[in-house]
C-alpha cells in the first residue's frame, strides 16, 4: 500500500499550488483521509482532512484558503491551496486516519498510512 504526494513546488505569496495523494494497492474510498505539513524545526500540523462521505475540516490557519476533496474513482486525495503565505512553507503529506481511532482527527497519531511528502515553498 503506497501513498504519492506531488504537485508541490516554489511559488509567490499569492499564489496557488494543487497537491495530489495518489493511492495504491488497494482502494481508500471508505477512508477518511489527511493532508499534514511539516516545517523546518517545527512539529508536524493538521492541514485538512476529508471523510469517506466528503465531510471536509480545516486547520484555522488554512480555512477559507485550502480546499480538500477527493476523487474515489481514481483513488486520490487533492488538496488546492489559493491564497499561499511564507508561513504555509512546509513539506506536506497525506496520511489515512485509521478506522478506529477516537482521539482528535487533528492528532497525526491517529493516522497509518503516510506519503513521502511534498515540498511547498512561498516566498514573500
Known amino acids: 500500500v503506497q501513498l504519492q504526494a506531488s504537485g508541490g513546488g516554489l511559488v509567490q505569496a499569492g499564489g496557488s499550488l494543487r497537491l495530489s495523494c495518489a493511492a495504491s494497492?488497494?482502494?481508500?474510498?471508505?477512508?477518511?483521509m489527511g493532508w499534514f505539513r511539516q516545517a523546518p524545526g517545527k512539529e508536524r500540523e493538521f492541514v485538512a482532512l476529508?471523510?469517506?462521505?466528503?465531510?471536509?475540516y480545516y486547520a484555522d490557519s488554512v480555512k477559507g484558503r485550502f480546499a480538500i476533496s477527493r476523487d474515489n474513482a481514481k483513488n486520490t486525495v487533492t488538496l488546492q491551496m489559493n491564497s499561499l503565505k511564507p508561513d504555509d512553507t512546509a513539506a506536506y503529506y497525506c496520511a489515512r486516519r485509521l478506522p478506529n481511532y477516537r482521539g482528535s482527527y487533528q492528532n497525526s497519531d491517529g493516522y497509518d498510512y503516510w506519503g513521502q511528502g511534498t515540498q511547498v515553498t512561498v516566498s514573500s
Open positions: 494497492g488497494r482502494t481508500f474510498s471508505g477512508d477518511n
Open positions: 476529508i471523510t469517506w462521505s466528503g465531510a471536509t
